[in-house]
Antibody
Framework: EVLLVESGGDLVEPGRSLRLSCTAS????????MSWIRQAPGGGLEWVGF??????????EYAASVKGRFTISRDDSKNIAYLQMSSLETGDTALYYC????????????WGQGTTVTVS | QSALTQPASVSGSPGQSITISCTGP?????????LSWYQQHPGRAPKLMIF???NRPSGVSNRFSGSKSDNTASLTISGLQAEDEAEYYC??????????FGGGTKLTVL
């Protein structure tokens, strides 16, 4: 079964750091771009960023709201993608989803169930 | 404010068809690429319904269709069913390789 499982969500104080993990199973995550999407309580979806597969250079891209504070990385040997969050703000409070995307035109076809980050 | 504009809500009766629109900030969805649609039921993760404007992933009902015309992308659901009641989001990549979502549309099945 193809699965993405996020972990690492927690209650943290403003200004602190937190690292989220996204563990993939049932497929070779190295073949996919991995994205992070967040959803504030009662809000809509917000793209946080993604990291390309090594085939496409492996570089990350970020939303303006998190650029310079968040870092996305991947360890394909472990099938894990990471979201390192620093200088957290109350506005970062959200459910954070991990997704996969083979190519941009194919959309994000698998989503995890999310992990909750509360900054307070 | 979302870069892509969707109506906040739409509604329809069972068996009817509804359409949800998605428009770019300059009414030019052509400036965005690889448009997708996602369905989200309360308390659940989003689900991909349409990719690249009009393509359906395997397993998605053919009652769902996507199109683009006159600089607006649209999601049409025909033969509306109670289970279609959910929030729907469009998304697209910008020319700078960032992704933007619409604000979401709540579909109510009357």
């Amino acid at each position: 079964e193809v699965l993405l499982v996020e972990s690492g969500g927690d209650l943290v104080e403003p200004g602190r750091s937190l690292r989220l993990s996204c563990t993939a199973s049932g497929f070779t995550s190295a073949d996919y771009a991995m994205s992070w999407i967040r959803q504030a309580p009662g809000g809509g979806l917000e793209w946080v960023g993604f990291i390309r597969s090594k085939v496409y250079g492996g570089a990350p891209e970020y939303a303006a709201s998190v650029k310079g504070r968040f870092t996305i990385s991947r360890d394909d040997s472990k099938n894990i993608a990471y979201l390192q969050m620093s200088s957290l703000e109350t506005g970062d409070t959200a459910l954070y989803y991990c997704t996969r995307e083979l190519k941009r035109e194919y959309g994000m076809d698998v989503w995890g169930q999310g992990t909750t980050v509360t900054v307070s | 404010q979302s870069a892509l504009t969707q109506p906040a809500s739409v509604s329809g009766s069972p068996g009817q068809s509804i359409t949800i629109s998605c428009t770019g900030p300059n009414s030019d969805v052509d400036r965005y690429h690889y448009l997708s649609w996602y369905q989200q039921h309360p308390g659940r993760a989003p689900k991909l319904m349409i990719f690249d404007v009009s393509n359906r992933p395997s397993g998605v009902s053919n009652r769902f269709s996507g199109s683009k015309s006159d600089n607006t992308a649209s999601l049409t659901i025909s033969g509306l069913q109670a289970e279609d009641e959910a929030e729907y989001y469009c998304s697209a990549y910008t020319v700078s390789d960032t992704l933007v979502f619409g604000g979401g549309t709540k579909l109510t099945v009357l």
